[in-house]
C-alpha cells in the first residue's frame, strides 16, 4: 500500500469539507471531549499542533466530527 492510500485510509470516513457542514457535528460535545482527553494521551499526539502524527488530523476538530474514527480504534 502507497504512503497515499496508508494516509487516505487512516482519515477514515471524514474530510476536512465535513468541518463546514454543521449537520456532521456531534450533537453532545461532552463526547467530543472525552476522545479529545483519550488523544492528549496517546502517543501519536503531537502536543505543539494538537496534530494526530498518525493521520495528520488537527484533532480539537476533528473528534467534534461525528462520522470521525481513531486510526487507532480508541475512540
Known sequence: ????????????????????????????????????DICKACPFFVKTTSQCSKCGCIMPLKVKLEAAACPESKW
Request: net charge positive.
Open 1 to 36: 500500500m502507497s504512503k497515499w492510500d496508508e494516509w487516505k485510509k487512516a482519515q477514515g470516513e471524514t474530510r476536512p469539507r465535513h468541518l463546514l457542514d454543521s449537520k456532521k457535528y456531534l450533537k453532545d460535545e461532552s463526547i467530543a471531549e472525552a476522545r479529545l
